[in-house]
């Protein structure tokens, strides 16, 4: 007699903090850092843009050092196309990935004179389609420089909102979905600020800093970091 094979149930994905207890964890980052704005330093959307775009697999550190003497020199497509891959290259390669990055500064920067007439779009499906911008460098430029209410879920965004249990995903698509949902309208501007500077100084990854967190009570990781000795 044959044995009914059993159906493995699919895992449920793990339900996420109430809106409730969202509302309360963006009320305290924002009163704990009330001016949340990107530490990449830039002049104009362009730059911005580059710099964005250069930040991936770097620390925003290391890519304003790289940038410093770059945006002196070019702060519009039309310059940085005036000094050239070789030149932009050299600017750069202190950071990681740095030839292929130089390669798509470049198309980029001719992509924006050739579709955009020098100007950095001011829509998703437009950013996206330059050289070396993807979902998270597009919506960083449209939150930081049109004041767009988007989500750029990187490393540090990923981890906080699976570690508080504020928006499980097992992909950042995942993760920015449940953001986009559960973010209360009077905070969504700077949401994407709050959670990547709390990500950065106190939800760190390897030992989070759960002692001067202003969201401990409401942060579903169990193995909280107690505090040092002295602290």
């Known amino acids: 007699m044959s044995k009914t094979p059993i159906k493995k149930t699919a895992k449920r994905a793990p339900r996420g903090l109430t809106r409730e207890q969202a509302l309360d964890i963006f009320a305290r980052l ?84 050739e579709r955009h007439g020098g100007q950095v779009p001011h829509d998703r499906a437009s950013l996206e389609a330059l050289a070396g911008v993807g979902r998270k460098t597009a919506n960083v430029v449209l939150n930081e420089a049109f004041g767009e209410e988007t989500i750029a879920v990187d490393t ?7 570690r508080t249990g504020l ?36 939800c760190k990854a390897r030992k989070p800093e759960c002692w001067r967190c202003p969201i401990a009570d409401l942060c579903r990781f169990k193995d909280k970091t107690p505090a040092p000795k002295g602290a």
């Open 30 to 113: 924002a009163q704990d850092r009330p001016d949340p704005k990107t530490e990449l330093d830039y002049v104009n959307p362009f730059t911005l843009l580059v710099a964005v775009a250069l930040s991936a697999q770097a620390t925003d550190i290391g890519v304003n050092k790289a940038t410093k003497l770059l945006f002196q020199e070019a702060d519009t497509p039309e310059k940085m196309l005036a000094l050239g891959e070789d030149h932009v290259r050299d600017r750069i390669k202190t950071i990681g990935l740095f030839r292929n990055k130089a390669k798509n500064a470049i198309i980029m920067s001719q992509q924006l004179v």
């Open 156 to 162: 540090h965004i990923f981890r906080v909102g699976n």
């Open 167 to 202: 928006a499980p995903g097992k992909t950042p698509d995942e993760v920015e979905a449940r953001l986009m949902k559960i973010v209360p309208a009077e905070y969504m501007k700077g949401a994407h600020h709050w959670l990547i500077l709390h990500g950065r100084y106190v």
